[in-house]
């Protein structure tokens, strides 16, 4: 299973930020939207991920305010990146050896969209309940074999 599946599944909404955008504007826009990630672009090219995480990091930081922060000073301003082709799998690993939560899906230099923990492991979990349908109505539809005479 590749990325590509998982975006045909999820759809090609995107939400995207500048990086002079306040801060106080994206908290809003996540929350409206229940998402957890803002990809941050400017001239058309991806320059940072907002996440939740660098959010409660500036909350923290700042007594539980964002003030009038922008995103360009909290951001993760080196992304890692995945693209349609990359095999899910290879994107679980990514996941888990960088800690991160969202991965955009890049084609050349143009967002495809983001992908998240959640959508690679509900991706996951369908694909090995199907198998796991087709493998019990394969051993369901296990021929009988011809038994031998006893001895």
Not at 96 to 121: C, K, N, Q, T
């Amino acid at each position: 299973m590749r990325v590509s599946d998982i975006l045909k599944v999820k759809g090609n909404t995107l939400f995207t930020v500048t990086p002079d955008t306040a801060l106080h504007e994206a908290v809003n826009t996540m929350a409206e939207h229940d998402i957890g990630s803002l990809v941050v672009m400017e001239y058309g090219d991806l320059v940072g991920m907002l996440t939740f995480r660098e959010i409660i990091l500036t909350l923290r930081a700042n007594g539980g305010s964002v003030g009038t922060t922008t995103i360009r000073k909290v951001m993760d301003d080196h992304p890692i990146t995945c693209t349609p082709e990359t095999e899910v799998d290879e994107v679980r690993r990514m996941m888990l050896e960088h800690h991160v939560r969202y991965l955009p899906v890049m084609e050349s230099r143009s967002l495809m969209g983001v992908i998240s923990f959640y959508d690679v492991a509900k991706a996951v979990v369908e694909a090995q309940g199907f198998e796991n349908k087709l493998l019990k109505a394969y051993i369901r539809d296990w021929p009988e074999e011809e038994r031998q005479p006893a001895r």
